[in-house]
């Protein structure tokens, strides 16, 4: 019985012996895994840095290259295009205009009416309209045929409070916010398209004529008055308002800029030089590309799987249709190199675009203090069930330094514009002030984004001149500006003034 007995202890002891083992296996694994998730997070923090003298370099850049892309066609990464708007909005303008803004997944159909410096904007009505995925990558004929036909619909419901001048015809303000090569002020042709959209007969084609053809096609009475991007709506909309905005940036699904330079310092336009003596530049900002930004690369994988590959860089680390992707990618290596979500890879984190931008910022917002939104998003979108609460701390510093990189990066580039226009330095005796209009679903719904962009803004100024720039949000400013520059080149201004 002894010998039983003694035979049983051993076995037992060896059991528990080998759990054991097991369970310190399992934590050196688990600790293993930690330390190497921890190492991806450090490593994507080095390589994501902006320390203030990289986004002076940045900054410099941008601006060597603003200059060389107003010097001469194709001398740039940034297209710097001539927009003929030589004259923006003065508050002058009467009347009822349209807008229809396509920019990105959504676009909008606008009607405002316009009571002169006394009403102003005296009344407005929008409709937003969700664009399907599979007209993105289609035809010309298909796209423009589905707009104008929204249009229509929303022409007949055009109620009180909404007057047309006897025997006029409507007018339409189009902001177009793809790059495109501008003919005069009311056509131009498709250079290339960005923002997931990949129609190939639309690239070289006037969309003015593809959008006139579309609406007669619909048998509406409608003239496109003015072409023009978000930016340089967004600019005119904010100029009727406040005469000081000088440059307008959208941060939104895209990005872009838009500013007013003096004629003569554009040495590729030999057209008459305007009366006003300026014009509104299209910079095209998210092509910019520069060996000062801090790529990685998670950068380089996604731009590589694009549908742009090697175009629009700067957009595609600071711009609302990559800041969510970027963080899918670095989640998805943790998982593949470190188990960061247990032993097998959620299938979901390998969907490019699952997790959008939005939900990205709900993340980091999230102020609860068990991160319930990250855990619920986590959940919800990518499928990973019972998260702890280390896990989720991870999640949110992951989106902060992907998100923090994005709106410094955005500072330097407004930086190198004010450094063109000379608005960087304040001149003895002189009170100039400067205002930027922004607008886009990022800046304005991201809060940790734009908080970050205006400090460091401010950090890059300095304390004196950082008093005379101010960054205002133009809401809407693409929708009303495109309306506002219909007016502003109605085909019955004359009539109106004679």
């Given amino acids: 019985m002894g010998k039983v007995a003694v035979g049983a202890a051993v076995i037992c ?17 688990s600790s293993g895994c930690w330390a190497r998730a921890m190492a991806i997070l450090r490593e994507l923090e080095e390589k994501c840095g902006t320390p203030i ?12 290259e603003m200059h060389a892309g107003l010097a001469s066609e194709g001398g740039s990464k940034l297209k710097m295009l001539i927009s003929y708007v030589d004259n923006l909005p003065t508050g002058d303008e009467k009347g009822l205009y349209y807008a229809l803004d396509l920019g990105g997944t959504n676009f909008r159909v606008l009607r405002v009416q316009l009571g002169g410096k006394d009403g102003r904007v005296v009344n407005q009505e929008f409709a937003e309209v969700s664009i399907p995925p599979h007209l993105m990558v289609g035809t010309s004929h298909a796209l423009f045929d589905f707009i104008a036909a929204e249009l229509a619909k929303f022409v007949s419901t055009e109620g009180q409070g909404f007057h047309l001048s006897p025997d006029r015809q409507r007018e339409l303000g189009f902001t177009f916010s793809f790059p495109v090569r501008q003919l005069s002020i009311a056509s131009g042709t498709l250079i290339k398209w960005t923002k997931g959209f990949s129609i190939d ?35 005119a909309g904010g100029r009727y308002f406040n005469n000081d905005v000088t440059a307008a940036v959208i941060l939104g699904t895209g990005t872009n800029a838009a500013y007013v330079e003096r004629a003569q310092a554009i040495p590729k336009w030999h057209g008459l030089l305007p009366k006003s003596g300026e014009m509104v530049i299209n910079m095209e900002w998210g092509n910019f590309r520069s060996s000062h930004l801090p790529l990685t690369d998670y ?37 593949e190199e470190a188990a960061f979500f247990g032993d097998t890879v959620p299938p979901k984190l390998k969907i490019p675009f699952i997790l959008r931008t939005p939900d990205m910022s709900a993340m980091h917002h999230d102020s609860s203090s068990d991160l319930r939104v990250v855990g619920n998003k986590l959940k919800d979108i990518l499928g990973i069930p019972n998260t702890s609460l280390q896990t989720r701390q991870v999640v949110v510093e992951l989106c902060n330094i992907v998100a923090i990189r994005g709106a410094r990066l955005s500072a330097a580039g407004i930086l190198g514009i004010l450094k063109k226009m000379g608005r960087d330095t304040v001149r003895e005796g002189e009170k100039q002030r400067t205002v930027i209009a922004m607008d886009g679903g990022l800046f304005e719904h991201y809060t940790e984004f734009s908080k970050c962009l205006e400090s460091t803004l401010k950090e890059l100024l300095g304390d004196e001149v950082s008093e005379s720039i101010v960054i205002e949000h133009s809401n809407d400013g693409s929708g009303i500006g495109a309306a506002l520059l219909a007016a502003s080149h109605s085909q019955y201004l004359e009539v109106e003034y004679s």
């Fill in 13 to 29: 002891a060896a059991t528990v012996c080998a759990a054991a083992a097991l369970i310190v296996r399992h934590r050196m694994r």
């Fill in 299 to 335: 950068d380089s994988a996604l731009d590589v799987e694009s549908l742009n590959a090697g175009e629009q860089i700067f957009e595609k680390i600071i711009s609302g249709m990559y800041l969510g992707d970027i963080v899918r990618r670095v989640l998805c290596r943790m998982a």
């Fill in 53 to 64: 003298g990289k986004l002076r370099q940045v900054a410099d850049a941008m601006t060597v």
């Fill in 201 to 235: 007969d639309a690239v070289g084609e006037d969309v003015v004529a593809e959008l006139t053809k579309a609406i007669e096609r619909q048998g509406l009475d409608m003239r496109v008055a003015a072409l023009v991007n978000d930016t340089i709506g967004t600019l």
